[in-house]
């Protein structure tokens, strides 16, 4: 008998609106629950049961945030609770606002300054020593480009990543599926529709390469 195929593959690059980013393809997608398609970046439906725990979770958590300080002792707590596995050498400012929690990566020395916004229906992961200024938006969520499809709870989820010592500025925007490189600058204020490559200084509405961050040696 042949090999069986494995529950995913990875198709090529397919353009949805804006964005141009890799889909998983699941030839079993009947078996899986919400949260699985949504972490999948298939479309997913946002009233079932299962997101709409993990939203109430995430909700009551950050309700309670906003009264501390990253001085209170609780405070620490209840972060490591939204975001399991955040390394005890990085540090969420309050307030701040997210989906999940559970689908936010920080490596090492991470540093996110207040006022920011994740929404992590698909995985966010912030690369060591990567500063993050304050009021930076990540989405991850996209709407289907039909408004008759709009209509309904569905929506898809794609990841972003930003690489190891990054400075995203202050107010900048990163849209669905984006990925920036290890060592970028991102202009406050910025716009991020499309991949940064590493080492490179990007600014305005949408961001765009302005030169090369290459650090000199001493």
């Known amino acids: 008998m042949p090999a069986r195929r494995p529950p995913f593959v990875y198709r090529k690059q397919r353009t949805f609106g804006f964005l141009s980013i890799s889909l998983p393809h699941c030839y079993n997608r009947t078996l899986m629950n919400e949260v699985e398609k949504m972490r999948s970046s298939l479309l997913a439906d946002m009233a079932a049961p299962e997101i709409q725990i993990k939203f109430e979770h995430a909700k009551k958590l950050l309700a309670k945030m906003r009264m501390l300080s990253t001085y209170d002792e609780a405070y620490r707590g209840l972060l490591e609770d939204l975001v399991p596995g ?12 997210c989906d999940h929690g559970d689908g936010i990566r920080l490596g090492e020395h991470v540093f996110v300054n207040a006022n920011c916004t994740f929404l992590d229906g698909g995985y966010i992961t912030i690369g060591a020593h990567t500063l993050v200024g304050p009021c930076v938006q990540i989405y991850t969520p996209h709407h289907p480009m039909n408004y008759m499809e709009r ?5 898809y989820a794609y990841p972003v990543t930003i690489g190891e010592d990054c400075w995203i500025g202050g107010g ?19 716009v991020v529709t499309k991949d940064i490559p590493s080492d490179s200084i990007a600014v305005g509405n949408p961001a765009k390469v302005i030169r090369k961050n290459i650090a000199k040696e001493e």
């Open 172 to 190: 900048a925007i990163i849209c669905p599926g984006v990925t920036i490189g290890d060592r970028c600058i991102i202009g406050a204020g910025s």
């Open 151 to 155: 209509r309904s709870e569905k929506e």
């Open 86 to 97: 955040i390394p005890a050498t990085s540090i969420i400012c309050p307030p701040f606002h």
